[in-house]
């Protein structure tokens, strides 16, 4: 029977991966987190059916556009990093989708009423103000967003204990919302169990979510990551938890 892997060999595959992308199939068997009830993927796919012309802003790697069955006649998607740009035409090539490359807190290169659709999974830095104007009246925004102290376990592991950024607050997203003319029509939140059983999928986890610790390294974190695989070694796995927030906007008639 084979020896488990070391530390060294755990953190050398885990900043092995590509970090490109959206797509976290690696962590099958090395980390688990629970899904948000409300399924978001699907919620996407139901709209994106029923619409004409829609926006996904911040679309990373297209994973999540590149799984609806029925495509609007105008799909767009925005990305700011030029691998996941590179990654997203090539997930949605076959829904005639056009990717524009943007940067994420610039404004959107489209005309005022573009959308009846614009939807965001994750988005680090929303711009309501911009969402306001490109959405069309009577027309839909549909995000799911990380929220406030989102994995905060593993923050403060590495780095001492941290404030809360409330910035990713429900609350402070909902507000956004409304200055932006919107009127919220459905808001949720929840705490999900995210689970990591080895400190492999620690390092990759961390290389990339970079707002989790920050200018991440695994010679500047060593320390950390050891003491993370000794505590694993003894307890089968490290706990953290995820939160997540889903907001759907109507722009009024």
């Given at each position: 029977?084979?020896?488990?892997?070391?530390?060294?060999?755990?953190v050398?595959?885990?900043?092995?991966?590509?970090?490109e992308?959206?797509d976290?199939?690696w962590?099958?068997?090395?980390?688990?987190?629970e899904?948000?009830?409300w399924?978001?993927s699907?919620m996407v796919?139901?709209?994106?059916?029923?619409?004409?012309a829609?926006?996904?802003i911040?679309t990373g790697?297209?994973?999540?556009?590149?799984?609806i069955p029925?495509p609007p006649?105008?799909?767009?998607?925005?990305?700011s990093?030029p691998?996941?740009v590179?990654?997203?035409?090539?997930?949605m090539?076959?829904l005639?989708a056009t990717v524009?490359e943007?940067?994420?807190?610039a404004?959107?290169?489209?005309p005022?009423?573009?959308?009846?659709l614009?939807?965001?999974?994750?988005?680090t830095?929303?711009?309501w103000d911009?969402i306001?104007?490109v959405l069309?009246s009577g027309?839909?925004?549909?995000?799911?967003?990380i929220?406030?102290?989102?994995?905060?376990?593993?923050?403060?592991?590495m780095?001492?204990?941290?404030?809360v950024?409330?910035?990713r607050?429900l609350?402070r997203?909902?507000s956004a919302?409304?200055?932006a003319?919107?009127?919220?029509?459905?808001?949720r939140?929840?705490?999900?169990?995210?689970v990591f059983?080895?400190v492999?999928?620690?390092?990759y986890?961390l290389?990339?979510?970079i707002w989790i610790?920050?200018?991440?390294?695994?010679a500047?974190y060593?320390?950390?990551?050891?003491?993370l695989h000794?505590?694993?070694?003894?307890?089968?796995s490290?706990v953290?938890h995820a939160?997540?927030?889903?907001?759907?906007?109507?722009?009024p008639l």
């Open positions: 029977m084979p020896s488990p892997p070391t530390f060294e060999e755990l050398a595959e885990g900043e092995s991966v590509p970090v992308g959206w976290f199939s962590f099958e068997g090395r980390a688990t987190e899904c948000p009830p399924g978001y699907g796919a139901a709209r994106m059916a029923e619409s004409a829609a926006l996904d911040q790697g297209g994973e999540v556009l590149a799984q029925h006649a105008v799909l767009v998607a925005t990305e990093w691998p996941n590179v990654l997203a035409r090539g997930n090539r076959l005639g524009v943007v940067h994420d807190d404004d959107l290169p489209f005022v009423n573009s959308f009846d614009i939807v965001s999974r994750h988005p830095v929303p711009r911009e306001g104007r069309r027309g839909t925004y549909l995000s799911q967003q929220g406030a102290g989102s994995v905060r376990e593993l923050t403060d592991f780095m001492g204990p941290q404030p950024n409330q910035s607050s609350q997203a909902a919302v409304e200055a003319g919107l009127a919220v029509v459905d808001l939140q929840e705490s999900l169990h995210k059983l080895d492999g999928a620690v390092t986890f290389r990339k979510v610790v920050p200018g991440f390294t695994t500047l060593r320390t950390q990551l050891a003491q000794d505590q694993i070694q003894v307890r089968g490290v953290a939160k997540r927030f889903l907001i759907e906007a109507r722009k």
